[in-house]
């Protein structure tokens, strides 16, 4: 059984968010794995490096998407995710410092933080959108109606 399971309800409905969700879950899994297997703390440091790197990669892509449409809650979020790839990399960089400090609670912090941050803030954003969607398309609804012309009979 995988470390890290995706779940259908962490999903924000936006595909490409989604899919770099899946992503994130994959490399967290694959650090779980090698670190579970004996792998080399050489090895380890090159998966939390690519993890550093595709977390920062997916913020940047989410925050544009948010920027996109008009997000209000934009800049606490990019302060969010700020704080989320600082910890990481600072975690990265105490690893490759130590591979003896490897314990469980980092494959737990890992774990943590990916997972709240989807079920809190993520789908924060899927409501807007959810949201936004559902108001666009009752003004477009409003629209036609108010130039049907009316029975005359």
């Known amino acids: 059984m995988a470390f890290l399971s995706w779940r259908e309800d962490y999903r924000v409905g936006v595909e490409h968010i989604d899919e770099e969700h899946r992503g994130l879950f994959e490399l967290i899994n694959e650090f ?40 209000p809650a934009h800049a606490a979020h990019c302060r969010m995710h700020e704080e989320l790839y600082l910890a990481i990399f600072r975690l990265s960089e105490e ?37 936004r969607a559902e108001t666009a398309r009752r003004e477009q609804e409003n629209r036609r109606a108010s130039e049907t012309p009316e029975d005359e009979g």
């Open 32 to 71: 779980h794995d090698r670190h579970r297997g004996g792998a080399d703390p050489k090895d380890l440091a090159k998966v939390l490096n690519d993890l550093v790197q595709y977390a920062e990669e997916h913020f940047r892509h989410e925050e544009q998407t948010m920027l996109e449409n008009e997000y």
């Open 95 to 131: 690893l490759a410092a130590d591979s003896s400090s490897m314990t469980m609670d980092t494959h737990s912090f890992l774990r943590n933080w990916l997972v709240s941050h989807i079920l809190t803030h993520d789908l924060q954003f899927a409501d807007y959108l959810a949201l």
